[in-house]
């Protein structure tokens, strides 16, 4: 799923808060503008990750559309697999599902909280990757039960299946039973190298799969240090909620993301400040090793923001 040219590629993340009807216009100036690829979400209650992809698929021509997270406890695997493949035989090597564990507060709100998620999240994916290879599944077992699938319209070429995560023991997962994983947007490269030397580790013998990294965008080229500013409760929201342990650690903030956030640190988690500062956010964690790098425009101005980095910090990538 790299840009035709080789090398990492650079993605747009779609906003919930964006209209759903909006989607099409949005993945063909994106596709326009020169990205690689496009993920959508599946936040609750916005709009349906599988269904976005598909009027995102329908409006373009080359553009990956990704799909980050599709969360386990809700969808079962053999119908997500039924989606999954119908989407990868029309549109042949342009998707990128996702799955996860879901938002807590949102699974207890709708009654699917899994307590252990984490078996259920393997379960799942190691289900769904085997039905889209073209396997018939007599499965018993602690989370996904199956007798006799298969799917009917198999895809030629199965589409890779990651799992949005950051701990050790997820990573580890992703390795073993994944074709990679979905950084959400707290990581620098420090913390990128841990995952993949994490998710190395689980999968043994196998090569791990791809790292995809999402990044906040705040770019402006006439006051680099107001973008700057604009970037930090984005990031610090994340860093201190204590949701993502690990990613603050390797970011220099302690676990409980309490310590100083300087400048430095933060734009090598967010693409913040002029052109080629986000440039730069960018080719770090290209060189750290994510194979793509997906940007979450500040909100506000998120049409200019994604205009303005295609047209002033990609020349600088490519």
């Excluded at 986000?278 to 998120?302: F, H, I, K, N």
Aim: glycine share 12%; hydrophobic share 45%; charged share 20%.
């Amino acid at each position: 799923m790299s840009p035709s040219g080789g090398g990492p590629a650079l993605g747009v993340r779609w906003d919930p808060r964006w209209a759903p009807e909006d989607v099409t216009g949005i993945a063909r100036a994106v596709e326009w503008l020169g990205y690689d690829e496009l993920w959508m979400v599946e936040d609750c209650f916005s709009t349906g990750g599988l269904t976005m992809a598909a009027l995102a698929l329908a409006a373009t021509d080359r553009l990956v559309v990704g799909i980050g997270l599709l969360p386990a406890g809700v969808r079962n695997p053999a119908i997500a697999a039924m989606e999954i493949g119908a989407l990868a035989r029309v549109f042949p090597g342009r998707l990128a599902p996702a799955f996860g564990h879901g938002v807590h507060e949102w699974m207890e709100q709708i009654d699917e909280l899994e307590p252990r998620r984490l078996g259920l999240l393997e379960e799942t994916v190691r289900a769904v990757r085997a039905l889209l290879a073209g396997e018939t599944l007599d499965v018993e077992g602690d989370h996904v039960r199956l007798r006799d699938v298969a799917l009917e319209h198999c895809p030629a070429t199965a589409p890779p299946v990651l799992v949005g995560t950051t701990g050790p023991k997820g990573l580890a997962l992703a390795g073993r039973s994944a074709d990679g994983v979905v950084i959400p947007e707290v990581a620098c490269p420090a913390a990128v190298r841990w995952a993949r030397g994490r998710m190395a580790e689980g999968a043994g013998a196998q090569t791990p799969g791809r790292t995809v990294v999402y990044a906040y965008l705040s770019l402006d080229d006439e006051d680099g240090a107001a973008a700057t500013a604009a970037a930090r409760p984005l990031v610090e929201r994340w860093t201190r909620s204590g949701v993502f342990p690990d990613m603050a650690e390797h970011a220099g903030l302690g676990r409980d993301g309490l310590a100083p956030l300087d400048d430095a640190t933060l734009r090598s988690i967010a693409a913040a400040g002029d052109a080629a500062a986000c440039a730069a956010t960018v080719a770090g964690l290209w060189e750290a090793g994510a194979d793509s790098v997906v940007l979450l425009p500040r909100a506000g101005d998120a049409a200019d923001q994604i205009a303005r980095f295609a047209e002033r910090s990609l020349p600088l990538l490519r």
